[in-house]
């Protein structure tokens, strides 16, 4: 398969929705990370979603809607739920919300569960897509399963040309992580995944404590505990860099040291937006240097911390078909 490489212009995005609806891949940047998004309502286009992931096919997608009155026509909201798509939408959270019997959504789309991850991105691009096409595009994070998700339509190519129909030539994306997923159990909120929207925000405008054990294990089924993994393997909480290590500085402390800084400045904004793409600059000047590790920082655990630390942690854990030095 040609990957088309498109523009964001009328043209591209007419070719962009035209390509949808004859259930091809197309990815497309939103405020997180670029997703590559298929007809939600399609199962071919979605199983070439899994397909060119190389994704489990038990691990369900996120539903892309263009405004909460789309995701109220697929799924049941609680007041709750209503009220953090209210406060939140277009933005980066997305809500598992049990599914409408009538949604018109693929079973590949929820992989058979009767819960739907949804969200309303906040990315102009993104928007302008939705109305082009349509109707529900449903879209992981545009990278290869278990790999570090892609900020930049170059992080695209990397991982998949070839394997999708294309791709739009639109820049990095401002937040740079993965929204942050939210499910409820009864009335009390679960936080399943740390991400770009902070889970004090949610907490504060639901006036009540979010349950964020759960973020802990497994219990998104994509939660696996290593993925976003670059080739390097990682060193956190590092106090600097040992001599067969490539530095991923966090501070102004950590400027003195050769290598690469999240944000020079401390800054937990700047650090999610840099964080995918110096991880893939690091493990690129490992290789480069034959260096075996990447040296992290400490980050704080506040805000935007808690994800940041949650997916470092992640690209840290033991690989799958790798032995653990505990073992
Ligand atoms: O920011 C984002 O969320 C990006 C952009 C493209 O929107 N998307 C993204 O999708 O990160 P993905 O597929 O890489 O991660 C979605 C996570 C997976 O861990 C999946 O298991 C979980 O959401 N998920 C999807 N549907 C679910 C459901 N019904 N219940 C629990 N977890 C679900
Ligand atoms: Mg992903």
Known sequence: MNTILLSDTPRGLRAAAGL????????????TVYGLGADARNDRAVARIYAAKGRPSFNPLIV???DLAHAEAITEMSPAARALGAAFWPGPLTLVLPRRAAA??????????????????DHDLAQRLLAEFGGPLAAPSANPSGRVSATRPEHVMEGLEGRISAVFDAGP??????STILAFDGDTPVLLRPGGLPVEAIAAA??????????????????????????ATLRLEAAGPGPDEVWLGFGPLSVLRP???????????????????????AD???????????????????????????RLERAAAPRPGEFSATL
């Open 104 to 121: 018109d959504l693929s079973e590949l789309t929820t992989a058979g569960l009767p819960s739907v991850a949804i969200r309303v991105p």
């Open 173 to 178: 994306t401002p937040v740079g992580l993965e």
């Open 206 to 231: 639901l006036g009540r404590p979010v349950d964020t054990r759960a973020a802990r294990h497994i219990t998104a089924p994509g939660q696996l505990s290593s993925h976003y993994a670059p080739r």
């Open 284 to 310: 690129a000047l490992a290789a480069e240097t034959g260096a075996a590790r990447i040296a992290v920082a400490p980050v704080p655990r506040t805000g935007l911390g808690l994800a940041i630390n949650d």
């Open 259 to 281: 290598g690469l800084n999240l944000s020079p400045r401390g800054d937990l904004v700047e650090a999610a937006a840099n964080l995918f793409s110096h991880l893939r600059a």
């Open 64 to 66: 892309h809607v263009r």
């Open 20 to 31: 949808l609806r004859q259930g091809g891949t197309v990815a497309f940047p939103t405020e």
